[in-house]
T-cell receptor
Framework: DAKTTQPNSMESNEEEPVHLPCNHS???????IHWYRQLPSQGPEYVIH???SNVNNRMASLAIAEDRKSSTLILHRATLRDAAVYYC??????????FGQGTTLQVKP | KAGVTQTPRYLIKTRGQQVTLSCSPI?????VSWYQQTPGQGLQFLFE???????NKGNFPGRFSGRQFSNSRSEMNVSTLELGDSALYLC??????????FGEGSRLTVL
């Protein structure tokens, strides 16, 4: 299973954009890039996923490098409720997700 | 629509016992996956079922097993419990492909 590399932690100020990076140099052609987040005392929550093109939804945007070896999750305006562990995962659209350590995002008021 | 439902939410067992956890997926979802979450190992994939067949399996001993019924509901079983099996067990369901929806989990404590 291809692995991803994320910073252990990041900080952001409330109302500011946040860019969460992810490296996945061994990504294969069939791997989708998924992002999930886990708030304290809750199960993981789907954020966004994409294959090659940039993606937008109501929660976030996903920017995928042209060579697909890296991607960035963008939260346009961080709120205190966005404080969570964010996981970048490669998946071939099955139920098998291989979670790494993720990035713990701290949002300061 | 109703989310993924896991029962029981909390349970306490002693070493050597066995436990069965239940997961009811979102209506229409045919894929059910199970995960174990511990402070030391993080989130680890256990297995995935699709249309009553195990489609993927993680690196867990044979004491961990599961099944899926024709209505897509799933159960997982852990036999001969060990202290290290204390964890939050999470179930997720999905349509054929795409995003996974997680339940709130079953927290197992082994004494």
């Amino acid at each position: 299973d291809a692995k991803t590399t994320q910073p252990n932690s990041m900080e952001s100020n409330e109302e500011e954009p946040v860019h969460l990076p992810c490296n996945h140099s061994t990504i294969s052609g069939t791997d989708y890039i998924h992002w999930y987040r886990q708030l304290p005392s809750q199960g993981p929550e789907y954020v966004i996923h994409g294959l090659t093109s940039n993606v937008n939804n109501r929660m976030a945007s996903l920017a995928i490098a042209e060579d697909r070896k890296s991607s960035t999750l963008i939260l346009h305006r961080a709120t205190l409720r966005d404080a969570a562990v964010y996981y970048c995962i490669l998946n071939s659209n099955t139920g098998k997700l291989i979670f790494g350590q993720g990035t713990t995002l701290q949002v300061k008021p | 629509k109703a989310g993924v439902t896991q029962t029981p939410r909390y349970l306490i067992k002693t070493r050597g016992q066995q436990v069965t956890l239940s997961c009811s997926p979102i209506s229409g979802h045919r894929s059910v996956s199970w995960y174990q979450q511990t402070p030391g190992q993080g989130l680890q994939f256990l297995f995935e079922y699709f249309s009553e067949t195990q489609r993927n399996k993680g690196n867990f001993p044979g004491r961990f097993s599961g099944r899926q019924f024709s209505n897509s509901r799933s159960e997982m079983n852990v036999s001969t419990l060990e202290l290290g099996d204390s964890a939050l067990y999470l179930c997720a369901s999905s349509l054929v492909t795409g995003e996974l929806f997680f339940g709130e989990g079953s927290r197992l404590t082994v004494l």
